[in-house]
């Protein structure tokens, strides 16, 4: 297992951007994929974007396409979402996950949750 912390939400305007992190304890975190996850009240929680445990291969929502970058630094235990050019429909509470499968989109691939973090997005 592996313990994962997010930080680097807040309150932004439309067209503005974020980066956030996610900061993993534990052993092993260059073996596991990582994906970043997003959920409003209400609904279901949403894939957002996946990197292998390489980092060659990455997924994309195609809502955050070209938007949002996933991106990941194995010797800092750290994955990141970099997002510009954010919408108020980006507004959320954002996950990290790890995963053991390659690379995935699937919620139910992922077996450790971060506690979130709030992304609030201004019109």
């Known amino acids: 297992q592996v313990q994962l912390a997010e930080s680097g939400g807040g309150l932004v305007q439309a067209g503005g951007s974020l980066k956030l992190s996610c900061a993993a304890s534990?052993?092993?975190?260059?073996?596991?994929?990582m994906g970043w996850f997003r959920q409003t009240p209400g609904k279901e929680r949403e894939f957002v974007a996946a990197?292998?445990?390489?980092?060659?291969?990455?997924r994309y929502a195609e809502s955050v396409k070209g938007r949002f970058t996933i991106s990941r630094d194995n010797a800092k235990n750290t994955v990141y979402l970099q997002m510009v050019s954010l919408k108020p429909e980006d507004t959320a509470v954002y996950y990290c996950?790890?995963?053991?499968?390659?690379?995935?989109?699937?919620?139910?691939?992922?077996?450790?949750w971060g506690q979130g973090t709030q992304v609030t997005v201004s019109s």
């Open positions: 534990g052993r092993a975190f260059g073996s596991y994929s």
């Open positions: 990197i292998s445990w390489s980092g060659v291969s990455t």
């Open positions: 996950a790890a995963g053991r499968y390659a690379i995935t989109t699937t919620e139910a691939d992922f077996g450790s």
